[in-house]
């Protein structure tokens, strides 16, 4: 194959010329080129390696279609793998080389696959390696395991890079009354249609310019076409591919917006995620044309022959120079002569006998010739061609390239992504798209339409129907009818070669061949999805574009049914690949998601805090000294809270403000505990339970008022019982006047606690007598005045099991509080204190957090039965008492100690007993930490039946995930201070 | 892509709400036995067409709606809210 640039052909700018490399060595391309017609026209054939055999591989399509020439293109963190080099633009400085070879796709040592075929037909990885899992563990498991990689490495694709992507992405979103997908005589005719009838359009096209199938054409230009659709306020959007259609006329498209430059503006992102809500959507997607299977039919050189078409026209690549044109319909005999004027000898294969076609007579037609075997391996040396599918009588025609025309299937694709099912048709051999009650009008080749004048004219009836559907008119139209070839279309999937293994590919990317679809038959995958799975057909990242109808007649042919009865698969979202990176536009790194901290958060940062996040806050995790490690510190931080006084910022914790007459009745149904008599000026512990008498929070209620409350939730679960709290109101209890609102973000809290807090506060408080004992007893709330008149609710409300309190001001007045506070503590070499010391102390005193109230503990499994009042019905009362939840089996709160005291464990530990380790035991740890207090490790968590059945018992715990393995002594989880004096002090 | 009229706020994306659930069960009183409350809290239809259903304006006006939804097409065919008193007051503004 020599193909050579033509002077007065195609579209490029032949005043720009760009260089570019590929396989490390140098070419040159013109400004409007494709990767792959400027390696067309710098005669490289050979592009890739197959899949499975290692087969050297050309390029077969100028589309997306493309199942060959796969490419990598860019170096280290921009290496981006299975690019096809058909749809890639050629820029200057472009860097590509082939893939799936080694050393190089001209020289590839795996290539011996390609002798070694049997290992590699469809199945054999099933069969040979999985064994029968998971039945036989680490037999043909660890077959495949060992074999695996080596496996891979043979037969894969190429390789992305594993460094971050230093490119940015963005999602987008936009509106309109019609989006028209494809700009090809039919897009186009819709969108000037619709906007003529004051719609506002967005017309959407992957290409670089819009034409579609035009760009093939000689004389085309789509600059007029542009400026009138500009002219008439046409949104158009080029290099951007409508991959997916979704519920409610949403399109979801890809934009390139920077794949194509060499030097790209650092701030535009790489690509661009779109979420169109239009009222409508016109389909002009085209078709696809299909190859024909046959021995050898993967020779470089082999092409579809509208490819063929587009590279003359579009690139000026004339593709070949001996051409055979292998074809089942009409569509090929322009071409043909388009070629033949080119320059090239082109000699026509119709399977057809009967048939008229008018053309100039530059060209051979041999009526009712297939072609069965290519000769050739890197290139085509010839070409062996039979009469009427008789491969007795053969003869051989020498040419450097065979292009082919096995009919063609209009891109259904979107509209299957809406769950319709294309029907067959019989006269045209394809696919065309069903009807739809969605607001979906299919137009153009899409719906089956082969010539350009009825494609305009379903481009009209297409916008007159969506103006129609839209209720702007109402007006008749019509769509012409599929097909429109002078002669009908013979059906030619496939022309068998007696040889033995015969290498007829069905499905390029895959090298899925004829006999993979007879072997699966043979062995019982009879239905579409089976085979489809079995064989990978049309399983690559074309999505079988090319091959899949081929493989669907095959099997067709072999369980003696029509296509239809077979079946076809269904297409699913994208339509070409769309990289992650789009995927997850701007949530990456930092942003992946929300951030949030408290208003004190850079006092916390410069009082030397290391933050830690919880959910979705930035919380203060510990404030090492010089040289600690997070060990030394918190254990110095918890020691200093039960020896003098500590500083925690708690104000992650949610706040719910709740006003109203009935607030009491409210509170009293959704805390399982009594709130009926809490009186003003005091707070209380509560539970909510879930409807099914699951524990969904804890917090506390401070009466602030007769008709007022002030609520803490937890930190994560804020959202959540908020919303509960509004679907209660809005849905339930719709007579109870409450009214509640979010008040978190107002609020800024800490807890300050320890034996000499309540001096701390003294001090920082403007009248010192409300923080006595007698005027704040234990629950007490206070509002009242920090120092510098700022206003604050203070509440004695202990975590730590210390003397302690929650002191909160207006978020404004976080710093200030701060600086009072802490100027104070330092006087009783106090200290402030983040989550890991809380958590220390809060395991000491047993108390429960998320990591215990994990949606599947009770009260009682929480060892907080007295929580549960008997007086009244709230929710959950009935459901915690069902048969399930009061089994005696079932997992309580305890407390663990390691039986030797010098050891250590981690939560997540399986609990089992003695001699009977193995699977989930009988409990778990939930919770550990060193207990500066005892003075060796302690847990909580969980074991069947609590303390009372295991106080004496010797546990294991099993560490498998860690190695680790040691003896438990079950204790009650109380473990400081266990009645609680301290905080009453 | 589901897209609600929230009678409060107007169109707005599904990605603004969040999903309750069914929104014809009555639940039964808080003394109510585990009989009752069992049959309102596990028992569902699985229904092939139009249901009631309630939805949480949760980055939006914080109202929980009540919705008439095909689970096979996604059309919605109602928006009110749940609350009686806004029900009436949303009907009288019509
Ligand atoms: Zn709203």
């Known amino acids: ?270 690509q661009r995620f779109w979420t169109i809500r239009a009222k409508h959507i016109i389909v002009g997607a085209g078709a696809i044309e299909r190859h024909i299977a046959f021995n050898n039919n993967d020779i470089p050189g082999v092409m579809t022959v509208n490819a063929s078409k587009h590279y003359l026209n579009r690139y000026g690549v004339l593709t070949g120079k001996k051409i055979v044109i292998s074809t089942n319909n009409d569509s090929v005999y322009e071409t043909a002569e388009l070629l033949s004027e080119a320059g090239a000898n082109v000699t026509v294969l119709d399977s057809r006998t009967n048939f008229e076609i008018e053309t100039n007579t530059t060209f051979e037609i041999r009526r009712g010739y297939v072609p069965y075997n290519i000769n050739g391996s890197k290139k085509i040396d010839s070409l062996d061609i039979s009469k009427s599918e008789n491969i007795n009588k053969s003869e051989t025609i020498n040419c450097d390239q065979v292009l082919l025309s096995g009919g063609w299937s209009p891109a259904v694709h979107l509209l299957s992504h809406r ?121 690559a990242n074309d999505q079988g574009k090319m091959g899949n109808i081929i493989g669907l007649s095959l099997m067709a042919d072999l369980l003696n049914k029509e296509i239809p009865e077979v079946g076809t698969t269904v297409f699913r979202p994208p339509y070409t690949p769309v990289s992650i990176g789009a995927l997850s536009g701007r949530n990456v790194g930092k942003h992946f998601r929300p951030l949030r901290v408290t208003p004190m958060h850079q006092w916390n940062i410069d009082h030397g805090a290391k933050m830690i996040e919880v959910g979705l806050y930035q919380r203060p995790w510990y404030y090492p000294k010089e040289n600690e490690t997070l060990s030394d510190s918190y254990i110095r931080e918890a020691t200093t809270v039960r020896k003098t006084v500590g500083i925690c910022d708690v104000t992650s914790l949610g706040k719910i403000a709740i006003q109203g007459q009935d607030s009491t009745e409210f509170l009293n149904r959704i805390y399982s505990n009594g709130f009926s008599k809490l009186q003003v000026g005091k707070a209380r512990y509560g539970i909510m339970l879930r409807d099914d008498g699951i524990v969904m929070d804890d917090g506390t209620s401070w009466r602030l008022a007769e008709n007022e409350y002030f609520m803490t939730t937890s930190t994560g679960e804020a959202a959540k019982v908020m919303s509960w709290l509004e679907e209660l109101l809005q849905t339930r209890w719709t007579n109870l006047s409450v009214n509640v609102t979010s008040v978190s973000e107002q609020w800024a809290g800490v807890s300050v606690a320890g034996p000499k807090s309540r001096e701390v506060l003294n001090n920082c408080v403007v009248d010192s007598s409300v923080v006595t004992n007698n005027n ?159 003075r060796h490790w302690i847990g909580i968590g969980f074991v069947k039946g609590g303390l009372y059945r295991w106080k004496d018992t010797t546990l294991v715990g099993a560490d498998p995930v860690r190695n680790k393995q040691m003896n438990l002594k079950i204790v009650s989880p109380h473990m400081v201070d266990p009645k609680g004096e301290k905080m009453h002090a | 892509m589901i897209r609600i009229n929230c009678p409060y706020c107007g169109e707005r994306d599904h990605s603004e709400f969040s999903y309750g659930g069914d929104a014809t069960i009555k639940y039964p009183s808080l003394d109510s036995s585990e009989k009752e409350w069992t049959k309102a809290i596990f028992f569902r239809k699985n229904i092939k067409g139009f249901q009631l259903e309630t939805w949480h304006h949760t980055n939006g006006c914080r109202m929980w709606l009540e919705i008439e939804r095909s689970t096979v097409t996604h059309e919605i065919r109602s928006v009110k809210p749940c609350h009686p008193d806004l029900k009436k007051v949303v009907e009288n503004n019509k």
């Open chain 1, 419 to 539: 769950g319709v099912k294309p029907k067959w048709d019989y006269e045209n051999a394809c696919f065309l798209p069903s009807d739809t009650k969605e607001n979906i009008t299919m137009i153009g080749s899409s719906r089956g339409l082969w010539n350009k004048n009825d494609c305009i004219a379903s481009g009209v009836a297409g916008a007159t129907d969506a103006l129609n559907r839209l209720g702007i008119s109402k007006t008749n139209y019509f769509f012409p009818k599929p097909g429109g070839w002078k002669n009908p279309i013979k059906p030619l999937y496939e022309v068998k070669y007696k040889k033995s293994r015969s290498k007829s590919f069905v499905d390029y990317q895959h090298d899925v061949t004829s006999d993979d679809v007879r072997l699966a038959h043979r062995e019982g995958f009879i239905s579409v999805e089976h085979l489809k799975r079995y064989t990978t057909l049309g399983m």
């Open chain 1, 776 to 934: 704040l007893p234990f629950m007490g709330v206070t509002s009242t005045f920090l120092k510098g008149k700022i206003p604050c609710r203070i509440a004695r409300i202990s975590f730590s099991g210390e003397l302690a309190f929650e002191v909160y001001v207006k978020s404004d007045f976080a710093n200030t509080m701060m600086d009072l506070l802490w100027e104070n503590a330092k006087k009783y070499d106090g200290c402030l204190y983040g989550l890991e010391a809380l958590g220390a102390l809060r395991v000491e005193k047993g108390h429960v957090t998320a990591a215990e109230l994990d949606g599947r503990v009770t009260i009682d499994d929480a060892g907080l039965s007295k929580m549960a009042s008997t007086k009244k019905s709230y929710i959950g009362s009935a459901m915690r008492k069902r048969g399930v939840l009061k089994n005696n089996d079932r997992e309580v709160l305890v407390g663990f100690f390691p039986a030797n005291l010098k050891e250590t464990f981690n939560a997540g530990t399986i609990v089992c007993e003695k001699n009977n380790i193995k699977g989930q035991g009988i409990g778990r740890i939930t919770s550990v930490t060193y207990s500066p207090e005892l």
């Open chain 1, 1 to 270: 194959m020599k193909p050579s640039r033509l002077k007065n052909y195609g579209k490029i700018n032949r005043n720009n010329v760009l260089s570019f490399t590929w396989d490390n060595k140098k070419y040159k391309g013109f400004e409007g080129d494709t990767l792959a017609s400027a390696l067309l026209a710098n005669n490289i054939g050979v592009v890739g390696r197959s899949f499975k055999y290692h087969r050297p591989r050309g390029i077969f399509s100028s589309g997306v279609e493309e199942s060959g020439a796969l490419v990598t293109v860019g170096l280290k963190d921009r290496r981006d793998p299975n690019v096809r080099a058909t749809t890639q633009e050629l820029y200057d400085g472009l860097k590509a080389s082939g893939q799936n070879a080694f050393p190089n796709v001209n020289f590839d040592l795996a290539g011996i696959n390609n002798y070694l075929g049997r290992f590699f037909a469809s199945g054999f990885y099933y069969k040979t390696f999985m064994g029968i899992p998971p039945f036989e563990w680490g037999k043909g498991t660890a077959i495949w395991m060992f074999f695996e990689k080596f496996i891979r490495k043979a037969a894969g694709m190429g390789s992305a890079s594993t460094l971050p992507d230093p490119d940015s992405y963005e999602h987008a979103h936009d509106f309109c009354d019609v989006i028209i997908v494809g700009s090809g005589p039919s897009g186009i005719a819709a969108a000037i249609e619709a906007a003529e009838k004051k719609l506002d359009v967005i017309l959407v096209e992957q290409d670089s310019i819009i034409g579609g199938d035009q760009l093939s054409e000689y004389e085309f230009d789509s600059s007029h076409i542009e400026n009138q659709i500009k002219n008439l306020g046409i949104k158009v959007m080029t290099r951007t591919t409508a991959f997916g259609l979704y519920d409610n006329c949403v399109v979801g498209l890809l934009e390139r917006v920077t794949d194509h430059l060499s030097l790209p503006d650092k701030t535009l992102p790489r």
